[in-house]
T-cell receptor
Framework: SQQGEEDPQALSIQEGENATMNCSYK?????LQWYRQNSGRGLVHLIL?????REKHSGRLRVTLDTSKKSSSLLITASRAADTASYFC??????????FGTGTSLTVIP | DAGVIQSPRHEVTEMGQEVTLRCKPI?????LFWYRQTMMRGLELLIY????????DSGMPEDRFSAKMPNASFSTLKIQPSEPRDSAVYFC???????????FGSGTRLTVV
């Protein structure tokens, strides 16, 4: 079954604004990852944060992880129209498989 | 590297027919995963292989579904007989050992009528 749950389900912002998406999960994890999916395409890996890390940056992306609250957030700064996509968090426990949340649909209005 | 390659991209078939989906993982990736994506259930892990060996197939919905990985560069997901409720996008993904993300294929959109 899926572990992650993203919030909000849908988000619409103006170009240039920041977008924040949240992910909550249920069990202990080894790491947490964020993926992007453009309409009709496969998922693209964005960033991985290990369970012993609290924050990670990659370009305009900033990910935080709070294992005590079993939650993570993805911040996209200075959003662009090309950032329009669905964003998923995926969690991995001690096993090799990842479980995906239901996704946040982000629309960036030019 | 061409990435994870799935075929066909689209498949339309009649109920009761056999459907075979194919996947070529990235060379050197020793884990391969099959996912199914629908609006209602999101992304569901069906089965995954490690070094060509099936490790967890608990997500395979029914005996109508089977998956094989005869070698490190090829895997198939077969549905026999297919039903309309199997309509979905089926993704294959691979990853190497360690803390790495998946690389997904472009998916196969299956429609069973």
């Amino acid at each position: 079954s899926q572990q992650g749950e993203e919030d909000p389900q849908a988000l619409s912002i103006q170009e240039g604004e920041n977008a924040t998406m949240n992910c909550s999960y249920k069990t202990s994890i080894n790491n947490l990852q964020w993926y992007r999916q453009n309409s009709g395409r496969g998922l693209v890996h964005l960033i991985l944060i290990r369970s012993n890390e609290r924050e990670k940056h990659s370009g305009r992306l900033r990910v935080t992880l709070d294992t005590s609250k079993k939650s993570s957030s993805l911040l996209i700064t200075a959003s662009r129209a090309a950032d329009t996509a669905s964003y998923f968090c995926a969690t991995a426990n001690t096993g090799n498989q990842f479980y995906f949340g239901t996704g946040t649909s982000l629309t960036v209005i030019p | 590297d061409a990435g994870v390659i799935q075929s066909p991209r689209h498949e339309v078939t009649e109920m009761g027919q056999e459907v075979t989906l194919r996947c070529k993982p990235i060379s050197g990736h020793n884990s391969l995963f099959w996912y199914r994506q629908t609006m209602m259930r999101g992304l569901e892990l069906l089965i995954y292989f490690n070094n060509n060996v099936p490790i967890d197939d608990s997500g395979m919905p029914e005996d109508r579904f089977s998956a094989k990985m005869p070698n490190a560069s090829f895997s198939t997901l077969k549905i026999q007989p297919s039903e309309p409720r199997d309509s979905a996008v089926y993704f294959c993904a691979s990853r190497p050992t360690g803390n790495y993300g998946y690389t997904f294929g472009s998916g196969t959109r299956l429609t069973v009528v």
